[in-house]
T-cell receptor, first 112, second 110 residues
Framework: DQQVKQNSPSLSVQEGRISILNCDYTNSMFDYFLWYKKYPAEGPTFLISISSIKDKNEDGRFTVFLNKSAKHLSLHIVPSQPGDSAVYFCAAADSGYSTLTFGKGTMLLVSP | DGGITQSPKYLFRKEGQNVTLSCEQNLNHDAMYWYRQDPGQGLRLIYYSQIVNDFQKGDIAEGYSVSREKKESFPLTVTSAQKNPTAFYLC?????????FGEGSRLTVL
């Protein structure tokens, strides 16, 4: 049973436009959420995180929004760049933080 | 240079052979993790360790074994009991913030 779901396997966006990647979770004990970016044959790299006491966190072109009542979070990339083309994983942890639970990922393609 | 080093990057194994993947970190992190990535499956947790000489099974531990004799090292053995070992294996460490990942090891069973 997937506790973290990324329902869009892929997303195509034009350079300069906004990319919105979505993530839903089912476990109400999750209170810390992270986004990772992964290129082929490389390890994921951390992008941005948000704790459940916030509903928004911004870092440069990346903003994560959290809607706790809907158990939904989203990553916004503005403006999108071709170098952003990668697989993006959503991950979640509970307050005990023993492990992270990952979604299946969304492949983002930003075309020039 | 602080980071996580996985080796080998590519590994081929014959069916029935055990193989050990190395993971070393110099970030002074307490926790270390092994994940497996398969196409369309995301990252699935195999084993994790929060302290030396202790480790816990993740979601897909069957056919794998680990040890944590030193804080810096968390090797993963893929045994012959693992039915579908061909995959991309990722090691990570953390101090309970974000995970830092290694570059991965791709294992192919011939």
């Amino acid at each position: 049973d997937q506790q973290v779901k990324q329902n869009s396997p892929s997303l195509s966006v034009q350079e300069g436009r906004i990319s919105i990647l979505n993530c839903d979770y089912t476990n109400s004990m999750f209170d810390y959420f992270l986004w990772y970016k992964k290129y082929p044959a490389e390890g994921p790299t951390f992008l941005i995180s948000i704790s459940s006491i916030k509903d928004k966190n911004e870092d440069g072109r990346f903003t994560v929004f959290l809607n706790k009542s809907a158990k939904h979070l989203s990553l916004h990339i503005v403006p999108s760049q071709p170098g952003d083309s990668a697989v993006y994983f959503c991950a979640a942890a509970d307050s005990g933080y023993s492990t992270l639970t990952f979604g299946k990922g969304t492949m983002l393609l930003v075309s020039p | 240079d602080g980071g996580i080093t996985q080796s080998p990057k590519y590994l081929f194994r014959k069916e029935g052979q055990n193989v050990t993947l190395s993971c070393e970190q110099n970030l002074n992190h307490d926790a270390m993790y092994w994940y497996r990535q398969d196409p369309g499956q995301g990252l699935r947790l195999i084993y994790y360790s929060q302290i030396v000489n202790d480790f816990q099974k993740g979601d897909i531990a069957e056919g794998y074994s680990v040890s944590r004799e030193k804080k810096e090292s968390f090797p993963l053995t893929v045994t012959s009991a693992q039915k579908n070992p061909t995959a991309f294996y990722l090691c990570a460490s953390s101090n309970y913030g974000e995970l830092f990942f290694g570059e991965g090891s791709r294992l192919t069973v011939l």
